[in-house]
């Protein structure tokens, strides 16, 4: 099974900060890395596919890269509305979440 | 406009049974693959299951162990989870979503709401 790491589990910004959480996977899974974003509760919503194409609709703020067993997502500047839990998804090998950021307000 | 409606949810004792559903609309149903992700209160996200477009393909987490089964029915748009021997540690709410790519597809674009579930004697 591969396992999927993020980190931090959790972390506290400030408006306008950039935030960076990273996640990695136990084996090589190349490309195969999605982000979601869950609101309190809200289903998830799809952010980034293939580990850096960015879904429809989704602010420009947003931004995925990594490729193999490192990943990151990147909030270019944080605003009120991304407080929420992420969490990213391999698919390389059946599927399998990480555990999940919540990021919060300083 | 794309819709998934989870249903079937409730509270049950350990062992027994229930089954699930997922109702879409708004989409070409029988082009994508359906995928349930479950989350324990409080917890993270954990994949349960996914059945192929056409139905003949379906895959299932680790921890499901034969306990649980999947059908869809493309001519009423629908997706059924059947959950059998049911834990407590199978208490969640269980999300369906929509997935984009091939057959069983890897990125799922559009969840329901979810259905909870809870297991209690």
């Known amino acids: 099974d591969i396992q999927m790491t993020q980190s931090p589990a959790s972390l506290s910004a400030s408006i306008g900060d950039r935030v960076i959480i990273t996640c990695q996977a136990s084996q090589d899974i190349k490309f195969y890395l999605n982000w979601y974003q869950q609101k309190p509760g809200k289903a998830p919503t799809l952010l980034i596919y293939?580990?850096?194409k960015l879904e429809a609709g989704v602010p420009s703020t947003f931004s995925g890269s990594g490729s193999g067993t490192h990943f990151t997502l990147t909030i270019a500047s944080l605003r009120p509305e991304d407080i929420a839990t992420y969490y990213c998804?391999?698919?390389?090998?059946?599927?399998?979440f990480g555990q999940g950021t919540t990021l919060d307000l300083k | 406009q794309l819709k998934l409606v989870e249903s079937g949810g409730g509270v049950v004792q350990p062992g027994t049974s229930l089954r699930l559903s997922c109702a879409a609309s708004?989409?070409?149903?029988?082009?994508?693959?359906i995928h349930w992700i479950r989350q324990a209160p409080g917890k993270g996200l954990e994949w349960v299951a996914v059945?192929?477009?056409?139905?003949?393909?379906?895959y299932y987490a680790d921890f499901v162990k034969g306990r649980f089964t999947l059908s869809r029915d493309n001519s009423k748009n629908t997706v059924h989870l059947q959950l059998a021997s049911l834990r407590g540690d199978d208490t969640a709410l269980y999300f369906c979503a929509k997935s984009r790519g091939y057959s069983y597809g890897s990125v799922f674009d559009h969840w329901g709401q979810g259905t909870l579930v809870i297991v209690s004697s």
């Open positions: 998804q391999q698919y390389e090998n059946l599927f399998t």
């Open positions: 059945i192929s477009d056409d139905g003949k393909i379906q």
């Open positions: 293939d580990a850096s």
């Open positions: 708004g989409f070409s149903f029988g082009s994508f693959g």
